[in-house]
């Protein structure tokens, strides 16, 4: 470590060209190595290891005919293809911490494609990289794929679900298989959020393309581990960012305003370079919004691996009762998990 002066996060603006978030629809960096034989089951729970058989047989399913399907051009203007019969895709259901993007990403590695005609993303990536490029040419592009992944795939608002319902059902029709990771069932996804008949009805035409495993267990993040380490004092936390190589300073309140201003989708780019992230005076979010925000980033600093230090409240205080009680709670308990298990990691910058 050399000392310097921090990064602020809070200060960064960056500019994410759309070629460059089809570039990066790979698993992340944590899940670069991670293969089926890498996964270890838990015994009591066969699902676990049912699921690691399911998936292999997926992925090795995925070198048949579907290879030899026309790309590009011929696709699109020649002779239509034959839609698939049959689900299209697995969808693993489980808990927070059993292993779904392990084995969701084990599956990305182990399908006989080349890297670039393989897509792996998080539902809101996915829906960004819409807003990017549009849905016309996100179909095109995707469409060149032998397999997208989607991982953490929840449906908030019933316009997303359109949109990917129809996205996923052009995809099928060309031929391009599906994996998805959720906390919900497809056909439970909307249950406690909407009542609107039509949003239902989108629900259960996308749950058909999806046949579910199940995957029980613990959050292994969390076996036999305190649920939130203590946090440090603000003299600890600044000490700690002066000393860090690539390590980044902000005031917690000053960072929840600042990614207001910058779209989700450029959350990852807002830590490039970034190696540990300390943040002063951590107190309880104010609104839902903030709240999702902060969701998004809490994903892209664990995909990352950087370590997380701060001072104030403890990460599982940082969601009100009414969050974590309302239509959003998986997502908000999935940051809390995220964030206790970084602030781990970052003990040994305050020297323990």
Known sequence: MTEGVPLTLSAREPYVPADRLVAEMVPPPRFDSVR????????????????VTALSSFAA????????????????FGRKQAAPTGPRGVYLDGGYGVGKTHLLASLWHAAPA???????????????LVGALGFQQTVRTLSEHRLLCIDEFELDDPGDTVL????????????????ATSNTLPGKLGEGRFAAADFLREIQGLSAHFMPLRIDGEDYRHRGLPEAPAPFS??????????????????FPALLAHLAKVHPSRYGALTDGVRAVCLTDVGPVPDQ???????????????????????????????SEEMLNGGYRKKYFRAISRLTALARDAKGLAGQ
């Open 36 to 51: 089926f034989d890498t996964y270890v089951p838990d015994e009591k729970q066969p699902s676990q290891r049912a699921a």
């Open 61 to 76: 399913g995925l070198g048949g005919a579907a290879a030899d399907r026309p790309t590009g051009v011929r696709r699109w």
């Open 114 to 128: 080349e890297p670039e005609r393989k897509a792996f993303g998080t539902f809101v990536e996915l829906t960004n």
């Open 164 to 179: 990917v319902s129809t996205l996923l059902g052009k995809l099928v029709d060309a031929g391009v298989a599906l994996a």
């Open 234 to 251: 603000d003299e600890v936390v600044v000490k700690a960012a002066y000393a860090a190589e690539g390590a980044s300073l902000d005031e």
């Open 289 to 319: 919004s903030t709240a999702l925000r902060l969701v998004v980033l809490a994903d892209r600093l664990y995909d990352r691996e950087v370590p997380v230090l701060a001072s104030g409240l403890p990460f599982d205080r940082l969601f």
